[in-house]
């Protein structure tokens, strides 16, 4: 039985429609689209001059605003200045909040404003699930805390937690690890030092099956360390039959990102030995808060039993988004991923917008020069720093200093409500367009000159 569509969100999802829109609406490509729609009978429809792009356009922005409203976006601009990161970074330290790719927030939106049965919500998170991790199984946690936790207390730890000195970190955005494990009923043991564990510091320690070695990444070492520290934690605990669970704050579902960026690919370290992963949704996969925490039956079936009489268990909208966000991160083609799709840039694309960022900025303001320069920036903040991203960034060089150069960037110019994150060098400062959306290249150059709006210079009003 074929399914027809009866919405169009069944048919393009919304940032793809949105994208869809920008590009149409574009003077040439615009006129190009209304000559050929004339020709086959489908010009000017009533309304005056409104054409039936126009009345989806219309359509659109009104459901756009209607969300907006939902999700408070429509409050005062004065108090809630829209953030431009553009640092580079997926996660600077000036942003408290974690990113949300657009099309998973747009699902969550809708499902708070309908009434949805839990059972129909629990049975397509469950498809997700078992889509993207064959043969395992998975339950939702309401936050990565409560999973840790919950891991941690189950039966097979009886005898001991044990975790490195180097995994007790703390991740912005999820929490402190190690207090999450001294939550736990079960005795905690940490081993090793801040630089790392010996394989003779894992042997001495996990010597019993009711064990439970926890581990975590991003941690306090390099890469290469980390892997070394991993395989030396699995050797340990599989010549004794102990579980070895990870709190993968940095995996990823998209082989083509673990490939690029070197970031753990959940279904290879639950192939190489791992009993279960605790997959945050709100890192790198754009979700709400919250974690999967997926793995071989027997464990995973403890956990759930354990959640759900203490109400842990991810529901209502919160499940819909971090399925759509598993669902999206899965692409095999990765259009529309929203996060794994950011960090996977197009390096050509970002050269061109800084190229052509670098034509509208030079010699204006407090701008002397501007030019796109090759740039090399970490993912974030320690522990994330391990992790680099290739691109290209537009160095603006000072008139005057650079205190009034970034003086006139964080004004926000008249009439604009926008914060504007950049990194600063020694005399120049760099701005990257990896987390910038490109319909605001224009708000960035509004924000580098210091101009107000075109409707605020010529009606005063924005």
Known sequence: ??????????????????????????????GKVREAMNKVGLGEVGMGDTT???????????????????????????????????????????????????????GQAKVASNYHQPKLLNHKADLASASAFPGCEAVWISTTAEAVRLAANSPWGSKGVVTARADAVRISG????????????HTLVDIGAANGVTPQDWSAAVTEPQQIVFLCSPNGLTAADARDQRRDALRSAKAVGAKVIELLADGVVSPSLATELGLPEVQQHLASGTDAVILPMQMLLGGPGGAL???????????????????????????????????MANLSNEIEAGIPAQLLANPENLKNRS???????????????????ECITPLGASPWN?????????????????HELKRQLTMSGAGLSIHLLFTEEENSILIDLRFVAPQHDHDVVLAATGLPKEKDAQTGTS
């Open 52 to 106: 039936p792009l126009d009345k989806v356009k219309v359509a659109w922005q009104q459901a756009r605003s209607w969300l907006d409203s939902l999700a408070g976006a429509s409050t005062s601009a004065l108090d809630t200045p829209l953030v431009l990161n553009a640092t580079g970074r997926l996660f600077p330290d000036s942003i408290t909040a974690l990113p949300m790719s657009a099309t998973v927030a747009y």
């Open 174 to 185: 999820i929490g402190d690890f190690r207090a999450m494990l001294a939550q736990s009923q």
């Open 355 to 373: 190229q052509r960022l670098a034509i509208q900025l030079a010699g204006i303001g407090e701008i002397s020069a501007a030019e796109e320069v």
């Open 1 to 30: 039985m074929i399914k027809i569509p009866r919405s169009l969100d069944e048919i393009l999802p919304a940032a793809a429609m949105e994208k869809l829109l920008d590009v149409l609406h574009q003077p040439d490509i615009a």
């Open 293 to 327: 925490v997926v793995g071989s039956s027997e464990l995973v079936r403890a956990i759930r039993a354990a959640a759900e009489p203490l109400g842990c268990l991810m529901s209502g909208p919160q499940l819909v988004a971090a399925t759509m966000a598993l669902q």
């Open 386 to 402: 391990r992790y680099v991203l290739h691109g290209w960034s537009v160095k603006l060089i000072p008139k005057t200093s650079l």
